[in-house]
């Protein structure tokens, strides 16, 4: 791997020192790197051609201000690290960002951060921020044991994809005195783009895709769980409008209802066919009042799945509404049949 140059240096921390030097930017890099103030200004120069650096006052006299792009990155030992003022003193003030976003970005930063923090067991944690002139992209890694790992630990899970799939439902934690379950969930909706890579897997939801997925993949970072938000600054979403999405509001503000990707359900060519998997998809169905089963991506299912989920299950749990959407014809001829009322 070649060695960074020091513009690449200088770009990792311009965004800090342009606030924290706005008038006195050319004798900071001079004393920093060691160069002359002609050098140190040539790469002033060349960080604000890139949209890294904004210039006003005189010639003789400029100030400095971040540009339109901005870059902020920081290190931090999980123990006492507080999430609210790690996004308050180190990157919120670094960042431009429209109110809707910002609020997006202040989400997601603390939420993933925390979970960092309570579930990880990890020592440290890397938060990265960048922002261009379209969007505002957040990674999140810690070294921890990796959050597939940490959930079917947990809830006894044969295969850590099962535990990705839980994780798609919501309402899922493995610490209920500390968190309600609904943080990823959530997050993973308000933003454009969001992916989770550890222990060899990696899952991603796109707001531009029907579908989720699931892949084998080693990922950025060697260990723990490393999480990549994305949202364009254009962005209309609000986290109001999110979390409305998935309750009964304004009547309920329960996280009621949830949107299963039944795609995620199947490991590699693995059809749904059997009652085994019916049971252990319907894990924890019992906590939402409505469940949209998203068959996107399934050409069909077995007999004696359908008649788990869509007899069996429905009723012993009447309380419980199955909403399947987008299926194909077999799919709904197996749905039709499961459902129809049986004459005694």
């Known amino acids: 791997m070649p060695k960074?140059?020091?513009?690449?240096?200088?770009?990792?921390?311009?965004?800090?020192?342009?606030?924290?030097?706005?008038?006195?930017?050319?004798?900071?890099?001079?004393?920093?790197?060691?160069?002359?103030?002609?050098?140190?200004?040539?790469?002033?120069?060349?960080?604000?051609?890139?949209?890294?650096?904004?210039?006003?006052?005189?010639?003789?006299?400029?100030?400095?201000?971040?540009g339109y792009r901005r870059r902020v990155g920081r290190r931090y030992d999980l123990q006492g690290l507080e999430e609210h003022i790690a996004w308050q003193q180190d990157?919120?003030?670094?960042?431009?960002?429209?109110?809707?976003?910002?609020?997006?970005?202040?989400?997601?930063?603390?939420?993933?951060?925390?979970?960092?923090?309570?579930?990880?067991?990890?020592?440290?944690v890397f938060v990265w921020a960048d922002q261009d002139e379209?969007?505002?992209?957040?990674?999140?890694?810690?070294?921890?044991?990796?959050?597939?790992?940490?959930?079917?630990?947990?809830?006894?899970?044969?295969?850590m994809r099962q535990a990705l799939f839980e994780l798609s439902k919501g309402k899922l934690t493995t610490d209920h005195?500390?968190?309600?379950?609904?943080?990823?969930?959530?997050?993973?909706?308000?933003?454009?783009?969001?992916?989770?890579?550890?222990?060899?897997?990696?899952?991603?939801?796109?707001?531009?895709?029907?579908?989720?997925?699931?892949?084998?993949?080693?990922?950025?970072?060697?260990e723990g769980t490393a999480?990549?938000?994305?949202?364009?600054?254009?962005?209309?979403?609000?986290?109001?409008?999110?979390?409305?999405?998935?309750t009964n509001a304004p009547e309920d503000y329960d996280f009621s209802k949830t949107i299963v990707p039944m795609k995620l359900a199947t490991y590699g060519d693995e059809q749904l066919i059997s009652r085994s998997q019916a049971k252990r998809l319907i894990a924890r169905f019992d906590r939402f009042k409505t469940i949209i089963l998203d068959f996107d991506g399934v050409s069909e299912i077995g007999q004696a799945f359908a008649d788990e989920l869509f007899r069996v299950y429905s009723s012993e749990h009447p309380d419980v509404e199955l909403l399947p959407s987008n299926m194909t014809a077999q799919v709904e001829r197996m749905w039709l049949r499961a459902s129809a009322p049986r004459s005694s």
């Not at 003789?60 to 201000?65: D, I, K, Y």
């Not at 379209?134 to 044969?158: E, M, N, R, W, Y």
């Open 4 to 66: 960074p140059s020091k513009l690449d240096d200088l770009v990792r921390s311009v965004t800090r020192d342009v606030i924290e030097h706005p008038r006195d930017l050319t004798r900071q890099y001079v004393e920093r790197l060691g160069i002359s103030r002609v050098a140190a200004n040539n790469y002033i120069q060349k960080l604000e051609v890139k949209g890294w650096i904004a210039r006003s006052g005189p010639s003789t006299h400029p100030v400095f201000s971040p």
């Open 91 to 124: 990157f919120k003030p670094y960042l431009s960002l429209p109110p809707n976003v910002q609020s997006i970005v202040g989400h997601g930063f603390t939420e993933i951060l925390n979970n960092a923090i309570d579930h990880s067991t990890g020592s440290s």
């Open 134 to 159: 379209k969007s505002i992209t957040l990674v999140i890694s810690d070294d921890g044991v990796g959050i597939f790992a940490k959930i079917a630990l947990a809830l006894g899970l044969p295969d």
């Open 177 to 222: 005195s500390k968190h309600t379950g609904e943080g990823i969930f959530f997050t993973s909706r308000m933003f454009d783009l969001f992916d989770i890579s550890a222990n060899g897997l990696r899952y991603n939801h796109s707001a531009h895709s029907p579908n989720d997925w699931l892949q084998e993949s080693d990922g950025i970072f060697p």
């Open 227 to 246: 999480v990549f938000m994305q949202t364009a600054l254009k962005s209309q979403r609000t986290t109001s409008e999110v979390y409305a999405q998935f």
